[in-house]
């Protein structure tokens, strides 16, 4: 398989912008993805950025991808404690002529008030 | 609700048991995955099917056995678990499996206790 790298926390305060990085692997990729996990819950798809993109803006979700150094990063501004979940990065690779998809560990995104 | 919905939400079972997850989705998908959850780990895939067919096995042990009568259900039936094999079981589907803009739609997971 292919790997997706991802810290494991990030703790901002209420109000603060928070970036979650991410790195992959893969430069077959053609969509990276970000997911949201609340606890008790499965994932959610936030936000996906399309291979040829740099940047993607959905309101306070900014993703900024850097194919050259594998970088996908994910920016939510004006970050407010309804945020705070688990955070995962996924690409997909291709692999016998389909593409698979592959999560990283997940950032524990902590809002404080 | 995300469209894809598992059954149980919680489980406990002893290792001697025999039981099995259930998933069920009507978006139209052709895809679906089972995917294990555990504490401090990326999420493992460990199965998939397209159109019906299991296309993917990830090296799972065959106490775990998958089953997709349909494009919108899939099963899965564990048999003499361990207790390392708790964890959250993900469900999820998606158009096709050449990946697209739509990503994957999960369902909220059965939570596995072996004992």
């Known amino acids: 398989g292919e790997d997706v790298e991802q810290s494991l926390f990030l703790s901002v305060r209420e109000g603060d912008s928070s970036v979650i990085n991410c790195t992959y692997t893969?430069?077959?990729?053609?969509?990276l993805y970000w997911y949201k996990q609340e606890p008790g819950a499965g994932l959610q798809l936030l936000t996906y950025?399309?291979?040829?993109?740099d940047m993607k803006q959905d309101q306070r979700l900014t993703v900024l991808l850097n194919k050259k150094d594998k970088h996908l990063s994910l920016r939510i501004a004006d970050t407010q404690t309804g945020d705070s979940a688990i955070y995962f990065c996924?690409?997909?690779?291709?692999?016998?002529?389909?593409?698979?998809?592959?999560f990283g560990r997940g950032t524990s995104l902590i809002v404080h008030p | 609700e995300t469209g894809v919905t598992q059954t149980p939400r919680h489980l406990v079972m002893g290792m001697t048991n025999k039981k099995s997850l259930k998933c069920e989705q009507h978006?139209?998908?052709?895809?679906m995955y089972w995917y294990k959850q555990s504490a401090k780990k990326p999420l493992e895939l460990m199965f998939v099917?397209?159109?019906?067919?299991?296309?993917e096995n990830n090296s799972v042990p065959s106490r775990f056995s998958p089953e997709c009568p349909n494009s919108s259900h899939l099963f899965l039936h564990l048999h003499t678990l361990q207790p390392e094999d708790s964890a959250l079981y993900l469900c999820?589907?998606?158009?096709?499996?050449?990946?697209?803009?739509?990503?994957?739609?999960f369902g909220s997971g059965t939570r596995l206790t072996v004992v």
């Open positions: 099917y397209n159109f019906k067919e299991q296309t």
């Open positions: 893969d430069s077959s990729s053609t969509y």
């Open positions: 999820a589907s998606s158009q096709d499996r050449q990946g697209s803009g739509y990503g994957y739609t």
């Open positions: 950025i399309f291979s040829n993109m």
């Open positions: 996924a690409e997909s690779y291709l692999s016998g002529g389909s593409y698979i998809p592959t």
């Open positions: 978006l139209g998908h052709n895809a």
